[in-house]
């Protein structure tokens, strides 16, 4: 990962020197172990972060979210843990698997089928994990 000529490869790398220098017995840095230690936050606390702040009549928690995850699908693969941590706190304020589906199947006329794809591959892996806690 340290490609003189990736410069995702030369930021990983330097991200992974960060950590090291935080914390010593830190093995290097990914994003895949960053989303496990805050996998969601409460609802209440969504809806105070993403919620109605601006106006009480505005967009919901859960309408945001659903906006956001559509957007990180129109940005592409590259936001994985995004879309990932999007999907967890969507289910958290209340989406339901039809919700998130259109949500990021309506992205296939502006971001194309292969980030469409992509972020559907994500939300079958995160319903599933969310399955899977549940029993």
Do not use: C, Y
């Not at 309408?63 to 956001?68: A, D, I, K, V, Y």
Request: proline share 4%; glycine share 8%.
């Amino acid at each position: 990962m340290s490609d003189a000529n990736n410069p995702f490869a030369m930021m990983m790398a330097q991200a992974q020197e960060m950590a090291k220098a935080f914390n010593p017995a830190a093995g290097g840095f990914s994003p895949q172990a960053m989303e496990k230690l805050w996998p969601t936050m409460s609802k209440d606390m969504m809806e105070m972060s993403f919620g109605k702040g601006a106006s009480k009549e505005g967009l919901d928690a859960k309408t945001r979210l659903l906006l956001t995850l559509a957007g990180l699908t129109m940005q592409g693969a590259q936001n994985e843990t995004q879309i990932r941590m999007t999907l967890r706190h969507a289910l958290e304020a209340g989406a339901n698997k039809d919700e998130i589906t259109e949500a990021i199947a309506q992205m296939s006329m502006f971001a194309g089928l292969p980030a469409m794809t992509r972020a559907m591959e994500f939300a079958g892996e995160v319903l599933t994990e969310s399955k899977e806690d549940e029993t």
